[in-house]
């Protein structure tokens, strides 16, 4: 089961990085739909919420705070961004980082609560557990692949 | 394990209903990136990707066979498209048969090989299983159901 997560999770990066190899950060800079989210928005809105996950999965605290409220509080174009450049290479730090912090996690600590569920809580609903936090994290990387994949196609 | 997959079958697929909730069929006809996929045949392709996965996990004949051409070999605009209403119907149906089918399955059923691997095959790749067919599925819903969201965004 864990190792079904897992795979599940190194397919969701694979799947992404694949179409971001193909994206010159010119593309980036471009919006996927008009007035919409650009795809240098996109990029550095996964590192902000796999840094959060890190965080609530009790395996690290934030390493880019300040992108707590660039990437998700805020809109793109609310605030200019880090270029594209800088977010490729802490994305691809970053994928190294939470693939080793996972790596260390024995099964009973994946099924063991997360930080957002209290103790008391947690006897009630032991479905919310770090596994769970990993599996909503991979759907929302594939929500954001598939806007990824518009990028690439509309200015190709 | 099983009941895992099945809720995040469940969740890929509410919020994907719930965002088709709040689009038209006017909506709908229109393209998603200029010259890309339009609602209409994102929500046909789904359900041809679903029909045909009932029939690779042994559960069901194809419902609608010539929709594996229009929706899946095809890219949208090579032929005339179903008008919406009907997809939206076909859509809830072919929903509320696969919770069905899911439900007879026995724990043991869904670690059982899929239809696309001989009995050869799976003794040394277990993995491919029937829930890991779903799996698959679910990262192919939330994939599009992150463009279907663009097109409501963006005509809103």
């Not at 707590?68 to 594209?84: C, E, M, N, V, Y």
């Not at 190294?96 to 006897?123: C, M, P, Y």
Request: glycine share 6%.
């Amino acid at each position: 089961m864990v190792s079904m997560v897992l795979k599940g999770w190194d397919n969701a990066l694979r799947e992404w990085d694949d179409l971001l190899a193909g994206i010159s950060d010119e593309q980036l800079a471009k919006e996927i739909v008009l007035g919409r989210n650009r795809g240098v928005y996109l990029l550095g809105h996964l590192i902000a919420v796999h840094d959060e996950m890190l965080k609530i999965l009790g395996l690290a605290d934030l390493q880019y705070p300040e992108w707590q409220t660039l990437f998700i509080q805020l809109p793109d174009r609310s605030a200019p961004l880090p270029p594209a450049a800088l977010l490729r290479t802490t994305w691809k730090q970053q994928c190294d980082l939470i693939r080793n912090k996972f790596r260390q996690l024995t099964v009973g600590q994946w099924f063991d609560r997360h930080r957002l569920i209290s103790a008391e809580n947690f006897v009630n609903e032991p479905h919310r557990n770090r596994l769970n936090v990993v599996l909503t994290r991979i759907a929302h990387v594939h929500h954001h692949t598939g806007q990824l994949a518009l990028l690439q196609q509309a200015t190709a």
